[in-house]
């Protein structure tokens, strides 16, 4: 009798069904299409859960579900399993993120030649009849020796990058993660900013997740940085383009048309804006991933890595927890909280295009299995700049040393003001920037960013301001934020005198609007200001 029971509940691959129904002490149920209530039925008596997209995993499937060990994802995107539920009832959430790369990269490519030569309107008229109008209408764009900026240089853009030089494509390539070693490797030229790598560029390719910081990162202004009659490509997210603003620049002749697989409303409405063009564009309803080869690859890979979970213990591509027994877990688990904090805080305000980053351990903690804690922390780092469910705790060194970033581990035994201390710092060349913080009591805190002493939170929305050392600054902040209807929930200042500057740390209830974020800026004596949710 099987030990194991596995409900595959989307379809995937026959050979992946086939990986695990091969296992003696697996049993394997395919029952697609299940109304929610049928599937809450049912899921108790499984172990472990296959889904696709369609099967939503909520906190009540979670709690319905007693045995389940593990949920895994054929494919990438994990929006429709309810992670902090899985985390809560232990439960693994492992997804398949390198199943559809060549899938995606070439259907990009593909979008790209498509709108280059009015492939889509061309084939059209010929249908209707047009054919000696269509050949004087739809003259083409050659692509030799054109600029092409790839926004996101992860798995999905460095296999575009790859192909486009082939076609003797200049590449310039923008990620805040990418070392100058690694770009030399891959070819390509490092630029510093998005409005760098866009700058006289003829065509645009996007590769980057969905984020605050990148939705609607390709707008008027940096439209107007490309050279006349560019392109634009997006296979990632919609929200990554103001279309308004896309439709407005190809309206006025400075972009040439676009080819676009995904949109900021899927599906998309009838009269979207972009539909009424007339060349150079090319449309397609989000199948970046859909190939024979892709979902044979996710369906194989998400079946293996259960099979070997539930035999083995095994766990591969995990997104919400690693394997660790209970005592080291609750040694180090405030420190697992801190360091993400620490490696989000370094994302927004640590330097772009890293070589290292080094955690140092003071004190005790020193002397602790402290391994999990690093990858945490360079995990929160990483992520921000990869598509969700690209980088987890188990693939994030294999990650970092594919963008050539260096994780460095070292024990410190200089005393500090505190017993234990964890600090972790951001390196490019000789710019670095550290951010430390500890345990006080049960709480984690961080205690010192950029060598100035401040005590705040690790969790919440934070504004963080560089300014001048001089009476007021404070209290301009204070009525900036009051007259916008903003609450002070913390304040934290710190204080350089012999460079007469100052950081001030304030934690407000909720994220700043852009308007608010560029009016505190406008204040005399800020430096700088980033917000910060961590």
Do not use: W
């Not at 309107?121 to 109008?133: C, Q, R, S, W």
């Not at 600029?147 to 240089?153: F, K, S």
């Not at 070392?179 to 891959?186: I, N, P, V, W």
Request: hydrophobic fraction near 45%; charge should be negative; charged fraction near 20%.
């Amino acid at each position: 009798m099987a030990s194991y029971r596995v409900l595959v509940s989307d379809p995937i691959s026959d050979k992946g069904v086939e990986a695990l129904a091969s296992h003696p002490e697996i049993e394997v149920d395919v029952n697609t299409g299940l109304a929610p209530e049928d599937f809450l039925k049912i899921i108790p008596d499984y172990d472990a859960l296959v889904v696709r997209s369609q099967t939503k995993v909520t906190a009540e499937v979670f709690a319905a579900a007693k045995k389940l060990r593990a949920v895994g994802r054929a494919g990438v995107g994990v929006d429709n399993i309810d992670r902090q539920a899985a985390t809560d009832h232990g439960v693994i959430v492992m997804n398949t993120p390198t199943g559809n790369t060549i899938s995606t990269a070439e259907h990009a490519f593909t979008l790209m030649l498509s709108a280059a030569r009015n492939i889509g309107p061309a084939h059209t008229a010929v249908l209707a009849g047009d054919f000696k109008a269509a050949r004087k209408a739809f003259q083409g764009i050659e692509l030799n020796g054109k600029r092409l900026a790839v926004i996101g240089m992860g798995r999905i853009g460095s296999e575009f990058a790859k192909r486009a030089q082939a076609f003797n494509m200049q590449v310039v390539a923008y990620d805040p993660f990418l070392t100058q070693a690694r770009a030399d490797e891959l070819k390509v030229e490092l630029a510093e900013s998005p409005d760098i790598a866009l700058s006289g560029a003829d065509v645009v390719t996007l590769h980057v997740p969905m984020t605050e910081e990148t939705k609607h990162l390709l707008n008027s202004e940096r439209l107007a940085l490309m050279n006349p009659g560019a392109l634009v490509v997006n296979c990632a997210r919609g929200g990554l383009i103001d279309e308004a603003d896309l439709k407005a620049a190809i309206d006025s002749g400075h972009i040439a048309g676009c080819a676009l697989d995904v949109f900021e409303e899927e599906p998309p409405p009838s009269d979207h804006p972009l539909f009424a063009l007339a060349k150079h564009i090319a449309f397609t309803p989000h199948l970046g991933a859909s190939t024979n080869e892709a979902q044979e690859n996710v369906g194989i890979q998400v079946a293996e890595q259960i099979r070997d979970f539930l035999a083995t213990g095994e766990i591969r591509n995990a997104i919400n927890m690693p394997s660790l027994d209970a005592s080291a877990l609750a040694e180090v688990a405030p420190y697992l909280e801190l360091g993400a904090a620490l490696g989000r805080l370094l994302a927004k305000l640590g330097p772009e295009n890293p070589d290292s980053l080094r955690i140092s351990y003071h004190g005790p903690l020193a002397k602790k299995d402290t391994a999990l804690v690093a990858r945490t922390a360079l995990t929160a780092l990483l992520e921000t700049a990869r598509p969700d469910g690209q980088v987890n705790i188990v693939n994030v060194p294999t990650v970092a040393k594919d963008m050539g970033i260096d994780l460095v581990e070292s024990t410190i035994n200089a005393k500090t003001e505190y017993n234990e201390l964890l600090v972790a710092e951001l390196r490019r060349g000789d710019i670095r920037f550290r951010a430390a913080g500890t345990i006080i009591g049960r709480s984690p805190r961080i205690v010192e960013i950029d060598r100035l002493y401040v005590d705040t939170n690790i969790n919440g929305h934070f504004l963080i301001v560089r300014n001048d050392d001089r009476p007021g600054i404070v209290g301009a902040l204070g009525t900036l934020l009051g007259n916008a209807n903003q609450n002070i929930a913390n304040l934290s200042l710190a204080r350089n005198k012999s460079q007469g500057n100052a950081l001030t740390i304030i934690e407000v209830d909720a994220p700043l609007s852009g308007d608010i974020m560029e009016s505190v800026r406008g204040i005399p004596g800020v430096l700088s200001a980033t917000g910060v949710t961590l």
